[in-house]
């Protein structure tokens, strides 16, 4: 399996002496120049991203206007120091040494991702952000509205207006192949929509028959025990208790509530977790827990030394979510699992869980059915929801598919990949909250993400085999341990593609997702 | 009594028909310009005070290096924006403008304000900031370790190196009559040292006598009954009820817990406060709610169309300590309060208080004593400590008192104000922190504040001889309506001594707090 010599310090030297560091010995004034600049760029983000965290999780409602305009502010703040035309020149300035540096050495790694980014963010027109900001800001209130009305069409003429501004956009940065790329590209370093298209295509193949097959038995698995009276200070504590388990490190992070449950990273050392708690139901607050912790393992995993630069950031969007469903579904729902942890749960519920054992709670966590909200969807069908709203957004950006056809296209594909149809718009195409904000491009992270935590669980396993039975006697280190080495130590030094190259040897496939899908299913199903 | 109109809308008008808002209709660009600027700070000042407040309130251990970093690089930004050279051009093309301008209008006030600081913030040489935050954060680890080894010489050179900054500073800022007028200026705006000294010595020329009749009656007031057990959770919630009774707003603000107690501004409609609980003891946690929140209420107050502005700020350090002195002690320690308000806290704590009443609880909270630790003290002796303080600060500045001579110094004033001596450095002179970060100058904004809540007190009561009454009666209001009208309203806008006099028709005096303080511990005490 292909792999980089480690480099742990800020001034690393590889076995044949070469200088694989951040700051080589021999570093030009204009690199030190440059690592100040990232470093202040990164210290508003972080900024930025207290207010955001805060504003969830403490913010009194008399704050939110001020809020905004301290988010803007820094926000333009950020991309002002970041485009300014000095960095440009201390690019250029160390081109000719950056030519000379090992390509795998660190600060090599920097400026190639720096110059990505940079080239790109001095693409965006200004005047443009500004007026997707204004339109975006209007979208979610129509959407906010078509939702309470639950009429599409109240939303129909803002979606319009956000495709149009996003179309503007993509042009505005570039495309290799086709319009879609440039969106992809915000979330996807390298990845074409074409190769999306492809992957996806061989796996709505695997999946469509797979959920119907499932759909027929539905009486095989039960989960009814899971709802009922589960106190939140208890579900709060199994959180804690399940994060500590995984390797969440609570000196450098820490879990608190919010509406909508999300990842706030202000430091590889201070990195913030929420999640939301229904007393009604056991399962959404810990396997939600669990998916934000697997986002917080990556962010605390990467190396010290890049800290305040842009290396210290997740390879993509869909890498990220590959360590948060890592823990939540091929972790946290696997049988190895609740075999160590299903006693420290029915310990704080044991009414709730009187005559339950572990392979129970094992199959109704896993239970599976066709539904029609995104967020609720189990393992089987999640990735259906994806690819659904990836061929409609292709359709909508390249006009193919007019807005006005939207809910009627929704309701189409719903019905053909899962067999079931909204009864309105608020659990049909108004249930997410992306295009209400112009979000396109985002969604196929969400469905790559679980193809890669599949394949890089498979190298795992060919590397070290006793990792499930190390899972069922609670050492969840070792799953840890290689993803620490393979996966988060790496932080955004290769685009997505090729970190899975390198770490599994092989190609970006849906092969190692369905084998995994097949097996515990057809077990669970009796397939 | 003399007051400036009415003016509550950023484009209002006067009687005479002259625009008084802060955006005139006549404003020239470089006005527009300007408070685009002065909006820009303020965000960056609040996403400052975030970071602060989170550090104190929520931060992990693991997060503490990057928010040093994150904190330095927005406060470097926000000094950059606001001195920068386009800020000075735009105040020197406002001139003729401002020259026409109502000088009672918000505009002209905003720009005397921001003239004053502009010039100020401009005299501050960038290398001689640097060189004072590298010596604060050694002071700082210098002040941890003596404490530690209850050892003053181990702090004695940082402390040195503080006041010869300190010294560099002033020179370079520049000031009126005396050196301290430069670091008192920082936050009594306009104040003297000579106006301190003066008001100390009479001040203390009452007091001191009063100490000793006090002490020489310890048996006349007794607070047994306040130490017992006094469970958290209860306290918390005795807290949160008192800050609704004086009006704090909690939807837009609210209270957490930290280690030392402090209101953190983030927006007028974003105030937070936060409190320290012992367990053991009912009181300190209490008034120090009743202190933040008086800080809270003065920040809630602030005109809504200020917002973003260097007016939307407290007067003055002192004048900021008057509102939170007058509800921690002269309402929030006064008869018709406890009349109110104990019958609330006696249902929380009905073992605890039990054979207690309304006038025993007004006695046991107001219980006088001399005693070493500033933060601990009294009413009565709170001043003494204050002007102890500023009267080695003085001395130490002017070079009068070798550093090495300080902890002597500190204990022969504590026998001579207080009649009781510090057994060792702790309690003495390495009791309060400001000193190890070189905070010099901020001491006297303490008395000076008790001082102010008194004349202002006085001068409300002139206009509502009503209120103790409405206060036994449960009704606050009142209170906060004669605040919010005389002294929140007006924000930044006046210099301290010069609001005093606007509001209270008299220049700043002692004497309503002399007053006040011998008609209560007189009746007390039995002098």
Do not use: C
């Not at 002496?17 to 030009?28: E, I, K």
């Not at 599949?454 to 795992?460: S, T």
């Amino acid at each position: 399996m292909p792999e980089t010599p480690v480099q742990d310090a800020t001034r690393g030297v590889t076995a044949t002496g070469r200088a694989t560091g951040l700051v080589p010995p021999d570093a030009p004034p204009a690199y030190h120049r440059l690592l100040e600049r990232l470093g202040q760029v990164s210290d508003l983000h972080a900024a930025t991203t207290l207010l955001n965290w805060d504003e969830e999780v403490n913010m009194p409602p008399g704050g939110a206007a001020a809020r905004a305009e301290q988010k803007a502010t820094l926000n333009r703040l950020a991309h002002e120091a970041f485009t300014a035309p000095e960095v440009g020149q201390w690019l250029d300035e160390l081109a000719g040494w950056e030519a000379q540096l090992d390509p795998e050495s660190d600060a090599a790694a920097l400026l190639r991702v720096t110059r990505r980014d940079y080239e790109r963010a001095r693409r965006v027109p200004p005047d443009l952000v500004a007026e997707l900001a204004r339109a975006s800001s209007q979208g979610y209130q129509a959407w906010v509205e078509a939702r309470s009305q639950q009429r599409f069409a109240v939303f129909a003429p803002a979606l319009a207006r956000l495709l149009e501004l996003r179309r503007q956009m993509a042009d505005a940065l570039g495309y290799p192949e086709e319009r879609y790329d440039a969106l992809l590209e915000g979330h996807e370093p390298g990845m074409r929509t074409r190769q999306v298209r492809e992957l996806f295509a061989r796996l709505k193949e695997g999946l469509v028959p797979l959920v119907q097959a499932i759909a027929e038995r539905q009486d095989r698995v039960r989960d009814d025990f899971l709802h009922g009276d589960y106190p939140d200070a208890a579900q709060w504590e199994i959180t804690l208790e399940a994060l500590e388990a995984i390797g969440f490190d609570f000196q450098r992070g820490r879990q608190d509530r919010s509406i909508h449950p999300f990842t706030a990273p202000l430091a590889t050392g201070d990195v913030r977790l929420t999640t939301r708690i229904n007393p009604r139901v056991f399962g959404p607050a810990f396997f939600s827990s669990l998916h934000e912790g697997g986002h917080g393992l990556y962010e605390q995993g990467f190396p010290a030394a890049w800290h305040r630069t842009p290396l210290a950031d997740g390879a993509s969007s869909a890498v990220h979510e590959s360590q948060s469903r890592l823990w939540e579904n091929v972790i946290g729902r696997s049988r190895e699992f609740w075999r160590f942890f299903f006693p420290r749960v029915q310990a704080r519920f044991p009414q709730q869980l009187a005559g339950v054992d572990a392979e129970a709670m094992y199959r109704a966590v896993n239970r599976s059915r066709p539904s029609l909200i995104r967020v609720d969807a189990d393992e089987v069908t999640y990735n259906l929801h994806i690819m659904l709203r990836f061929e409609l957004e292709l359709a909508l950006l390249s006009g193919d598919l007019p807005v006005d056809d939207l809910p009627g296209a929704w309701r189409e594909k719903t019905r053909a990949y899962l067999g079931i149809e909204p009864a309105h718009d608020v659990e049909g195409v108004l249930q997410d909250i992306h295009w209400s904000w112009g979000g396109f491009g985002y969604f196929p992270s969400y469905a790559l993400g679980n193809l890669i935590a599949l394949q890089l669980w498979e190298a795992a396993l060919r590397d070290e085999p006793g990792l499930p039975e190390e899972i069922a006697r609670g050492r969840l280190g070792g799953v840890l341990q290689w993803m620490r080495q393979h996966v988060h130590r790496h932080g955004a030094r290769y685009e997505p593609l090729e970190l899975v190259r390198r770490v599994t040897g092989a190609e970006l496939s849906e092969q190692p997702f369905l084998r995994y899908i097949r097996r515990k299913y057809g077990e669970l199903y009796g397939l």
